[in-house]
């Protein structure tokens, strides 16, 4: 069964626009942690957020911010005054802890174009 | 801090030749490495999971005979792709974490592309 779920192959955004990109997870263990990551045209995996299932708040990291919903079990990431350098492959990912064996699983991916 | 790197960046090697891709923890002791594996245009699949001086734990489907993986140390794992057809051409990254198994945090290096001629 598909644990992450990211239904948008692909998303444009005018530049200086904000912009979201959906992300569910299936999990039945209570801890686990989610992340995002940026895969530009060179391959490097670039680090974003990450929101650990106990956080109260939503985590932020600049013009990244994770909007949280537990219960509906979605993780969309928002990233805030869109530049064109933002023009990438994002991906979701999701480490369960104990039944998960602490593997970190990734969505299918959403594609970003910045517009000019 | 927290630099992982891999080498190659990228390697061509013909059909039926084994080619080993390095994976380096530069500025910490990883204790936990993780290999996966990208085709163009998917995501990330995980190929295994290694502790350091112990055997490698290989996801279902992938074949442990053919991706020979070692952590011999706590700054280095190898993947060595055995008799490399042009099936297995393709992108492959290591990330490593350096509080072991337990915890959500890890490295990713920069990946190795393979094309098997």
């Known amino acids: 069964a598909q644990k992450i779920t990211q239904t948008q192959p692909g998303m444009f955004v005018q530049e200086k626009e904000a912009v979201t990109l959906d992300c569910t997870y299936d999990?039945?263990?209570?801890?686990?942690?989610l992340f995002w990551y940026k895969q530009p045209s060179s391959g490097e995996m670039i680090f974003l957020i990450y929101?650990?299932?106990?956080?109260?708040q939503n985590a932020t990291e600049g013009r990244y911010s994770l909007n949280f919903q537990k219960a509906r079990k979605s993780a969309n990431l928002v990233i805030s005054a869109s530049q064109l350098g933002d023009s990438a492959m994002y991906f979701c990912?999701?480490?369960?802890?104990?039944?998960?064996?602490?593997?970190?699983?990734f969505g299918a991916g959403t594609r970003l174009f910045v517009k000019a | 801090g927290a630099v992982v790197s891999q080498h190659p960046s990228w390697v061509i090697c013909k059909s039926g030749t084994s080619v080993k891709i390095e994976c380096r923890s530069l500025?910490?002791?990883?204790?936990?490495m993780f290999w996966y594996r990208q085709f163009p245009k998917q995501s990330l699949m995980l190929m295994a999971t290694?502790?350091?001086?112990?055997?490698?734990?290989?996801e279902q489907g992938v074949e442990k005979d053919k991706f020979l993986i070692n952590h011999a140390s706590l700054t280095l794992s190898t993947l060595t792709v055995t008799s490399a057809h042009p099936e297995d051409s393709s992108f492959y990254i290591c990330?490593?974490?350096?509080?072991?198994?337990?915890?959500?945090?890890?490295?990713f290096g920069p990946g190795t592309r393979l094309t098997v001629t």
């Open positions: 990330s490593a974490s350096q509080t072991g198994p337990y915890s959500y945090e890890q490295y």
């Open positions: 999990t039945s263990d209570p801890s686990y942690g």
């Open positions: 929101q650990g299932s106990y956080d109260q």
């Open positions: 990912a999701m480490r369960e802890g104990g039944t998960g064996g602490f593997k970190t699983i």
């Open positions: 500025d910490f002791q990883a204790t936990t």
């Open positions: 290694s502790n350091e001086g112990s055997k490698a734990t290989y």
